[in-house]
């Protein structure tokens, strides 16, 4: 006997062609959610939640829509922040979520944080009673991006048939051969190295070149709260000292933050922690706040480098 | 294409000074609570729960002077939030001009704890 099929993951992608095969894609999944009385989130670009939204006519009422290009600007967001809170909001009960988290016109720099995240929804929804279906534009997106699809996803859809298939690897493994080194600056940037006695000095020197770069002013806090939770893990849980790297590239603002000790656990910022936790919060924190949270993470050393869109 | 203005974030800091936070607690006049004066970071966060720690016997709700508050971290926010989770009997926190940090903070990781207000809202 299987286990219910209550208690089973189910993540999917679908390679879609055209408005019209994304439609019949995603359509047909919502309904059947909403047959089945399963609350139903739609987290997908602007463009593509009026899409379906149209599409499914007064049934749209009983749907949670969401803008993933905000929502999930930051990808590392969306686990904690859209996935895992829907799931949470409606615990017992089997839900079912059309995720897009890859639209063509992300980033060359965002596309591996894109698919680390698709591979760790795996971990994170293991054994939840959920079916995600995430859409892919096959006819825009990178032969690349779609090869990585089918290592995160066990089941993949496309031309209306729905396949298991040889290609999902370990999720751990996907995360492991994307954790590559960042590029460095291409101007050159302040430097401050820090410790725990430093961090007002790390704040001060965020905020002065981030408000120098045009960033508005709320923004300006966002990134120095975020700049200071990075650095403070990166002098906490590990002895010695931080250094910290601020620049500007195009209209983004840019913090390094580089500090003894390696990251071994790769879901760190994408659970939400006990409300009694003491401890669990900072990247978490980060990844709310800002658009992009890079990592390079080595045996002695790893690089959190965090983008503020201006 | 770069954008610059004026001196643009890019131009190498050759030497800032260390800057350690600073932090002081001052009793409030006339009522249970405390002013904080200064910023909380890992630095001073155990001046905070130090201070925190000796509200415990207090009856009655405990205010929070923030408006010299001008900087405070995840970890200070939670020592406030865990805190305040130990309030019965009806008794509350009321955080008075809390900094904007702290206002996300709570906001975003929290949402309305229960025996928190506000002021102003």
Redesign the interface.
Same mark, same amino acid.
């Given at each position: 006997m299987t286990s219910p099929t209550r208690e089973e993951f189910i993540h999917e992608g679908l390679f879609y062609r055209g408005r019209a095969d994304y439609l019949a894609g995603t359509v047909p999944f919502v309904r059947d959610g909403l047959a089945a009385a399963e609350p139903v989130l739609v987290a997908v670009p602007q463009s593509h939640v009026e899409l379906i939204s149209e599409e499914l006519g007064d049934d749209a009422a009983e749907v949670r829509f969401l803008d993933m290009a905000q929502a999930g600007r930051n990808p590392n967001r969306i686990i904690p922040w859209v996935l895992r809170a829907f799931v949470d909001e409606f615990r017992g009960r089997s839900v079912r979520i059309v995720g897009e988290p890859i639209w063509p016109g992300r980033s060359p720099e965002e596309i591996p944080v894109c698919v680390q995240h698709e591979a760790l929804i795996n971990v994170a929804l293991d054994r939840t009673p959920a079916t995600v279906l995430c859409p892919y534009d096959a006819n825009a997106l990178p032969a690349g991006v779609l090869l990585y699809a089918g290592r995160t996803h066990p089941v993949l859809v496309e031309d209306g048939e729905r396949r298991h298939h040889d290609g999902y690897a370990d999720p751990y493994a996907v995360v492991a051969l994307l954790n590559l080194p960042l590029p460095d600056?291409t101007?050159?940037?302040? *430097? #401050?190295t820090?410790?725990? =006695?430093?961090?007002?000095?790390v704040?001060? #020197?965020v905020g002065d070149?981030?408000r120098?770069?045009?960033l508005a002013p709320?923004r300006v806090?966002?990134l120095?709260?975020a700049v200071?939770?990075i650095a403070?893990n990166a002098?906490?849980h590990a002895d010695g000292y931080g250094v910290l790297r601020?620049?500007?590239?195009?209209?983004r603002?840019l913090c390094d933050v580089r500090g003894p000790g390696e990251i071994s656990d790769w879901m760190a910022g994408r659970v939400?922690p006990d *409300?009694?936790s *003491?401890?669990g919060?900072?990247l =978490?924190?980060a990844n709310?706040l800002c658009d992009l949270v890079q990592t390079y993470t080595q045996p002695d050393s790893t690089t959190t480098r965090l983008h503020m869109l201006? | 294409? $770069?954008? $610059?203005?004026?001196?643009?974030?890019?131009?190498?800091?050759i030497e800032?000074? $260390?800057?350690?936070?600073e932090l002081a607690v001052l009793p409030v006049p006339g009522r249970p609570g405390l002013r904080l004066v200064g /910023?909380v970071?890992?630095?001073t966060r155990h001046i905070l729960d130090a201070a925190l720690e000796t509200m415990l016997g207090d009856a009655g709700d405990v205010h929070l002077d923030l408006t010299e508050l001008t900087?405070i971290?995840?970890?200070g926010a939670?020592s406030l939030v865990?805190w305040a989770?130990r309030l019965r009997g009806g008794r509350r926190m009321i955080l008075h001009d809390p900094p904007? /940090?702290l206002r $996300?903070?709570i906001d975003?990781?929290?949402g309305q704890p229960a025996t928190i207000e506000v002021d102003p809202p």
């Open positions: 600056p101007v050159p940037a302040a *430097e #401050l820090f410790d725990a =006695l430093g961090l007002a000095a704040r001060d #020197l070149r981030a120098r770069a045009g709320i806090v966002d120095q709260m200071n939770e403070t002098i906490t601020v620049w500007q590239e195009g209209l603002v939400r *409300e009694q *003491e401890r919060r900072g =978490l924190l709310r201006i | 294409m $770069r954008q $610059r203005r004026g001196d643009g974030p890019d131009t190498p800091v800032l000074p $260390r800057r350690a936070a /910023e970071d890992c630095a900087f971290d995840v970890g939670t865990l989770s904007y /940090e $996300r903070i975003m990781l929290w």
